[in-house]
C-alpha cells in the first residue's frame, strides 16, 4: 500500500496539516480529521551535518508537500539527484517517516495506479525504493 | 500616546565572556543609566530567553533587579525566544507610551559559552515546534531548508549568500563590541564546513555571551522611537506555504511604519537579523528596503556596505557582532541610538532614520522597530 498519513483539515479555511492539530493553526476551529496519501513534491530539503544528540551524521531532511494539501516533514535515506519538485514517496519505518526519490518508470507506475490500473504493483515499488535506500542505514534516526 | 524617547543605550563587548549573566547585565544597565543620567529608573524590563537551562536560574526578574540595586523598583521579565531583547523593549515602549512610568530601564542578556556546543543547539533548538524537532530539526537545519528554497526561486548562488558575511565581518572589524574582529574572505567563507546544506559555518552567527540596555523616557532626548510592531506565523515550518519570506516580518514591518506615519524610503541604516546570512537578503524584501528580487544586487552592489546607500548592519550583525539571544534585539538598538548620535566611531554612517529587525525562533515572532533623530 501506499502510506497513509493521519491529517486533519480546518472546516474554515481548508488548510490540511499532519500530523493532525484539534485546531488550525489561524482559526480557533476545530480541525476534521482526515488522510492524506503518502506521495507528493520536495518543497525543500538539507543535509545536516552536527545532528542533535540521538540522531546519527549526516541527517537527510526534507519537506515534502503531499498531494492531499499537507506539508510533511520527513527524513531521507538519500539526497543525491534530489531536487526541489523531485516527486517522493513516503513511507513510515517503526513509525518514522521517510522520503525516496520516485524514478521514471515508478511516476508512470503511479499514473496508472490513478487511473486504476496496476495499485498492487506500485505500492510494491514504492516501498521497495525506500526500503532499498533505507535499510542500508544503521538505525538510531527516531530521537 | 504619549511620544517615548531614548534617554541612555549601553552594552557589554559581545563574546565569550568569564562573567555570569547577571554581570554582564549590570555594565549594560548601569552604562545605559549613566549615559541618561538617570540613576534610578521607575520600572524595569528584564529580557532573558532561557536562564533556567543556560543557567539554572529562575524568577530572573528579581533576580536581575536585586542584582543591579533595585529590589524596590517593579521589574517584569519578558520572552519571545531569540527576538526577547525586541519584545523587552516594546513592553518597556508600551509602559511609557500608556503613561504607567516615565523612566523605564529595559535590559537583555545571555550566558551561552560555558556549556557545550551541542548542549546550546539543543536549548535554542526548543523553540522549534515539537513535531519537526522529533525528526532533529535544529535551526540550522530550518535555515537550511529555507536557503535552498530561496537560492531555487531566485537566482541567488552560494557566492551571493557569502557576500552577506564578509560585509558584515568587514563591518564588525570597526566595532569593538563585536565578537570578530577579523575580516574573513569570500573564499573562506565559501570553503567552511558544511552545516545544513548549502548552509556553511561561516553563514552562521556564532554562540555568544553578551548583554545590552537602553533606557527610555517620556521626557524629550535627540532621539524618539517612531514606530515599533510585531508580527507572527506558525510556529511549524510545514504549515507555510512560503519559506523564502517571512510573514513575520512583513506584518511587524507594516505595524511599525504605520505607527511611524512613513515608509521605507524614509530609513537612512538598518540592523537586521542575519543569524544566517541568506536571512538579511530575505529580511531587505521584507522590511520594504529594496524592492522584491533586488536584494542581491544591492548586496552585490556594495549599496548594504558601511559606505553604501543603505548601510545594513553597521555594527557586524548577528553574524559578526555575535548573537546573545535576548541582548541582540537590544544590541541593535543601542547601534542605531549609538549612530543617530554620532556615536559610533570607527564605523559612523549618516541618517536620521534608523530601523531594527529582530527575528524570534524560526520567524514566528518578529520586531521591528524605528528610531528617528529628533
Ligand atoms: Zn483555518
Not at chain 2, 545571555?110 to 522529533?134: A, C, F, N
Not at chain 2, 554620532?342 to 536620521?352: H, I, N, P, T, Y
Request: hydrophobic share 45%; net charge positive; glycine share 10%.
Amino acid at each position: 500500500m501506499i502510506e497513509t498519513i493521519a491529517a486533519s483539515r480546518c472546516r474554515r479555511c481548508g488548510l490540511v496539516v499532519a500530523p493532525p492539530a484539534p485546531y488550525c493553526p489561524w482559526h480557533p476551529v476545530a480541525m476534521t480529521p482526515t488522510t492524506v496519501a503518502g506521495v507528493g513534491e520536495i518543497v525543500s530539503f538539507t543535509t545536516l551535518h552536527s545532528p542533535p544528540e540521538g540522531f546519527r551524521s549526516p541527517l537527510q531532511l526534507a519537506l515534502v508537500a503531499l498531494e492531499g494539501g499537507a506539508r510533511f516533514l520527513c527524513h531521507g535515506a538519500e539526497t543525491r539527484s534530489l531536487k526541489i519538485g523531485s516527486r517522493v514517496a513516503i513511507e513510515a519505518v517503526d513509525e518514522v517517516y521517510y522520503f525516496a526519490h520516485l524514478g521514471a518508470v515508478d511516476r508512470a507506475r503511479l499514473f496508472w495506479r490513478r487511473a486504476g490500473h496496476a495499485g498492487d504493483r506500485v505500492n510494491a515499488i514504492t516501498r521497495s525504493v525506500v526500503k532499498k535506500l533505507w535499510r542500508g542505514g544503521s538505525g538510531g534516526a527516531s530521537g | 500616546m504619549r511620544d517615548v524617547w531614548i534617554a541612555g543605550a549601553g552594552m557589554t563587548r559581545v563574546g565569550r565572556r568569564t562573567e555570569g549573566l547577571r554581570d554582564l547585565m549590570a555594565e549594560a544597565a548601569h552604562a545605559a543609566l549613566a549615559t541618561a543620567s538617570i540613576e534610578r529608573p521607575d520600572a524595569i524590563v528584564v529580557a532573558a530567553m532561557n536562564p533556567e537551562e543556560f543557567l539554572g536560574d529562575g524568577n530572573f526578574a528579581s533576580n536581575v533587579a536585586t542584582h543591579l540595586g533595585f529590589a524596590d523598583v517593579p521589574t517584569i521579565r519578558i520572552e519571545t525566544a531569540t527576538s526577547s531583547g525586541a519584545a523587552g523593549f516594546y513592553a518597556g515602549f508600551a509602559q511609557v507610551a500608556a503613561g504607567l512610568a516615565r523612566r523605564v530601564l529595559v535590559v537583555g542578556g545571555e550566558k551561552m559559552t560555558h556549556l557545550p556546543t551541542p548542549r546550546v543547539s539543543e536549548l535554542i533548538g526548543r523553540s522549534i515546534d515539537p513535531y519537526e524537532r522529533s525528526y532533529g530539526a535544529t535551526m540550522p537545519a530550518l535555515a537550511g531548508l529555507v536557503t535552498r528554497a530561496l537560492m531555487a526561486r531566485q537566482p541567488i548562488g552560494e557566492r551571493e549568500i557569502s557576500q552577506v558575511s564578509v560585509k558584515n565581518h568587514a563591518h564588525a572589524a570597526r566595532n569593538p563590541y563585536a565578537h570578530f574582529r577579523e575580516p574573513v574572505s569570500l573564499e573562506r567563507v565559501m570553503s567552511s564546513r558544511m552545516v545544513a546544506d548549502p548552509l556553511r559555518l561561516l553563514h552562521c552567527c556564532p554562540i555568544s555571551d553578551g548583554a545590552a540596555a537602553v533606557v527610555l523616557t517620556a521626557e524629550r532626548t535627540p532621539v524618539r522611537v517612531a514606530g515599533i510592531g510585531q508580527g507572527t506565523d506558525t510556529l511549524a515550518i510545514r504549515h507555510r506555504y512560503d519559506l523564502t519570506s517571512f510573514r513575520a516580518t512583513q506584518a511587524a514591518a507594516r505595524a511599525a511604519f504605520a505607527m511611524a506615519g512613513f515608509g521605507p524610503a524614509r530609513v537612512d541604516f538598518a540592523e537586521v537579523h542575519d543569524a544566517f546570512a541568506p536571512f538579511e537578503l530575505i529580511s531587505l524584501e521584507d522590511l520594504g528596503l529594496v524592492p522584491p528580487g533586488k536584494a542581491v544586487r544591492a548586496t552585490m552592489h556594495g549599496e548594504t556596505a558601511l559606505d553604501g546607500r543603505l548601510p545594513i548592519n553597521p555594527s557586524g550583525g548577528l553574524k559578526a557582532r555575535g548573537h546573545p539571544l535576548a541582548a541582540t534585539g537590544l544590541a541593535q538598538l543601542v547601534e542605531c541610538v549609538w549612530q543617530l548620535t554620532g556615536r559610533a566611531e570607527g564605523r559612523q554612517v549618516d541618517g536620521r532614520v534608523a530601523l531594527a529587525h529582530s527575528i524570534g525562533g524560526l520567524a514566528t515572532n518578529n520586531w521591528v522597530t524605528i528610531l528617528e533623530s529628533a
